[in-house]
């Protein structure tokens, strides 16, 4: 036992009956019926500690805590802790008073319950230090461990279905990218079938647009009539006076003042 180990307890029942018991005279087990059950030897607190892999049932006076008697368990199952034949509140431990001398006795528990804690505590220990073995096992042999096999075994196959593959990527490939907005707006589209309105000339007139003559167009769903445009008001005696200088000035190209005008021809 190494000395930095530090105790841990695992278990404590505030009261236990210890019980002399006679010499086992075959090997059939322990029978608690052959015990004194109604005059116990004595009656104190049992505690369970472990330090490091070995386990210590310690029976210890309720007020003071002064050690009565000690049982250290290295293995459970085992000779350290049995179990009687006839009742599942009564167990057989071997103390050890550390001068090397051994003596078996009786415990047992007044509720079922304690019993069955007494009997995990000390189950819980020991696989817990069988794992602790296995692991150091493990560390110094890596390579005797189970090994994961990926490989195919003799005679067996996989099937891959390429079809379904294809047509999910051409499913894919065939979606319309939805185009990148610019500016964060987005323009949406004409709703589908509508109609815009057309004005249209009045008849017999011919609108001019950088030099080219536009036809009178028809207005949809008119019949083939056509919407007449307002006629223009010829201008006035005093507004042609007013810009008649002006007027003529525009068709000169000279860039010097006309006498008695004002204008400049830029």
């Avoid at 190494?2 to 278990?11: A, V």
């Avoid at 019926?33 to 505690?47: C, I, M, T, Y």
């Avoid at 369970?48 to 805590?65: H, N």
């Avoid at 290295?74 to 167990?91: H, K, L, M, N, W």
Wanted: charged share 20%; glycine share 12%; proline share 8%.
């Amino acid at each position: 036992m190494e000395e930095g180990e530090y105790e841990s307890i695992l278990c404590v029942k505030p009261e236990v009956h210890v019980y002399r018991i006679p010499p086992r005279a075959t090997n059939r087990g322990y029978r608690a019926a052959e015990w004194q059950l109604d005059q116990p030897s004595w009656s104190g607190r049992l505690r369970i500690t472990a330090k490091g892999q070995v386990a210590y049932i310690k029976l210890e006076d309720r007020t003071s805590g002064e050690l009565f008697a000690q049982a250290p368990v290295d293995q459970f199952p085992g000779i350290a802790v049995e179990s009687v034949t006839d009742s599942s509140r009564y167990f057989v431990i071997r103390i050890e008073d550390g001068n090397g001398r051994r003596a078996f006795i009786g415990i047992g528990f007044g509720d079922r319950g304690d019993a069955f804690d007494f009997n995990v505590a000390l189950q819980d220990h020991f696989k817990w230090v069988k794992q602790q073995c296995e692991f150091a096992k493990q560390a110094q042999n890596p390579d005797q461990g189970p090994k994961l096999d990926l490989g195919f075994k003799e005679g067996q196959t996989i099937k891959l279905n390429i079809a379904n593959m294809k047509k999910k990527e051409g499913a894919a490939g065939t979606s319309r990218a939805r185009p990148a907005s610019t500016g964060g707006l987005s323009l949406l589209p004409p709703p589908p079938g509508g109609k815009t309105s057309t004005l249209i000339p009045p008849p017999g007139d011919q609108l001019s647009f950088g030099g080219s003559l536009t036809q009178p167009a028809v207005a949809p769903g008119s019949g083939g009539a056509t919407v007449s445009w307002p006629q223009p008001k010829p201008a006035t005696t005093a507004t042609a006076d007013v810009w008649g200088d002006f007027a003529k000035s525009t068709g000169s190209t000279s860039s010097h003042t006309q006498p008695g005008t004002g204008w400049v021809q830029f």
